[in-house]
């Protein structure tokens, strides 16, 4: 009996008998030579099937074997520079094969799909080589995400996704009904990050969030992944340093360890090599004055070389004015001091200039977008009060939250990183959909 070992670790068994448990992929050959495509979920191999070195029934039904069929198969492995497959480099000469299952035709093949055909049969495109290693590098990333953290003091403390009110705006809010009160899915856990920040100093969540976002653009998901970290005695300074060498960290390590999928990507990584501490730094006014000067020039932006539009102070940038931005900067840029009217209730406002806020988001490089959104809170109790009737939010259901300002208050801040976002960049996705699993968008809530 040969040992069962999975396609990744095949360097280790050159020249012996083993047995890999996967599904097909891809037959080619012709009569007295089949090659099977095996692929096992870790990695991709050729097994080569010779007249003679089975028994003529078992070469009759691999010739048979439909796509996706389920298999046993054991065999010698070979070391061949040209063998293809996933790593690569080796083949296995088969000795016996196993059906588990034949499986029904398969309604994925190799030519082309479009995008609505490939999505309603997701829970099978997955399987695909592509999907596959992004679902691999989004594994890396999550897990790096949650490694830093862990490793610099930062104490998991999970927050609920069932909340009584709203914390990022009340036009994107999922409506449950809770024994008939109603409820809302979280849209972040940052406010009880906030009361668990004078529990433990620094804290994280990272789970699903939820936004009705009416947008439909290839940066938003109703359903997204976010990693929130909040530090009590921190201020917007020592935020954005904390922030530069986690996000550094995250790009370089998936860098390292998942070349393989990057390549089979066909990412190129010139641009994510130089993302390294510190990242530059730019005033929201400075940006809009860069943006206009450009759109004055008439300078265009992909990924549709539409021209830049101009914006007024106050507004908020748009995809455009985000990707030129980026553009004019090696590396991921912050965007800081925004105007207040713009973001969230809770930014604490620049002492002297209450106009603006003291938030800064993270922009990607390559047309990516926001990828953080982060800023110091207000510490006032009376300053907050003040922006929660300004905002016509309810002060009963925020009555906890301000308490948090009454014991023992300190200046503290936080960030969320969209993992989906940062999944879609270090891949070089053109749109978030592929980024996860099962994508809940505007349009679609299936499979
Ligand atoms: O800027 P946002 O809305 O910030 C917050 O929710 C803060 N409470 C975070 C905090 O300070 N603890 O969202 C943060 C990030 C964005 O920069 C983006 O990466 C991602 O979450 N994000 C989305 N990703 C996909 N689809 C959407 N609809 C997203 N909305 C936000
Ligand atoms: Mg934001």
Redesign the pocket.
Known sequence: MADIIRIEHIARYDGQPVTLQGWLQLKTGKGKLQFLRVRDGTGVIQAVIFQGSVTPELLEAAKRLPLESSLVVTGVVKADPRAPGIPGGYELGVTDLQVVQESAEYPIGPKEHGVEFLMDNRHLWLRSNRQWAILRVRATIIKAMRDWLDDNGFILVDTPILTPSA??GTTTLFQTDFHGEPAFLA????LY?EANIFAVGKTYCFGP?F?A?K?KTR????E?W?V?P?IAFCKLEDLLEIEEQYVSYIVQITLAERANELKLLERDTTALAKVIAPFPRISYDDAVAMINAAAARGVTVPPNDEPLPAIAWGDDFGAPAETFVASQFDRPVFVHHYPSAIK?FYMEPEPGRAEVCRSA??LAPEGYG??????ERMSDPDVLLAAIDRHGLPRQAYAWYIDLRRYGSAPHS?????V???VAWICGLDH?RETIAFPRMLNRLNP
């Open positions: 914390a990022e849209q972040t856990g940052q990050n969030t936004r976002e947008s940066r938003h998901l109703q997204f976010m929130e909040e969230a988001d993270l926001e990828i953080i959104g982060g800023s936080g960030f969320g990183l969209g989906e976002r940062t978030i």
